[in-house]
């Protein structure tokens, strides 16, 4: 599953489709906590987040992450879509909260 596929599954909206856009997940990283997201040693990973800021997308950039997700419906700065763009790292947003997507998300890659 992508990360396009997953955020159609999650209802979320896609602002920037980047590089990694069609890569296949092979781990979902749900946290707020960038520091926790930096000890994760897995390239093609999601990160879910509530967390609006351009440093969750440099820290995505750092993990090899294919994209962020940010939940709880959060509005984003303008400058987080411009330094999406800039990466080229794929940035959507999505109306559940955290909890919800991460059973979304476990429910759409069990139903693979």
Known sequence: MTVLDLAEWLKAEVLVVGEGSHRAIRR???????????????????????????????TAQIVGAVGVIVVNGKALPSSMVAVANDLRLTLATCSLPKYEACVAVARALSAL
């Not at 979902?28 to 897995?42: H, I, N, R």
Request: proline fraction near 0%.
């Open 28 to 58: 979902v990283v749900a946290s707020d906590l960038m520091s926790d997201v930096l000890l994760v040693d897995d390239e093609d990973m999601l990160l879910l987040t509530s967390l609006a800021s351009d440093q969750v997308l440099r």
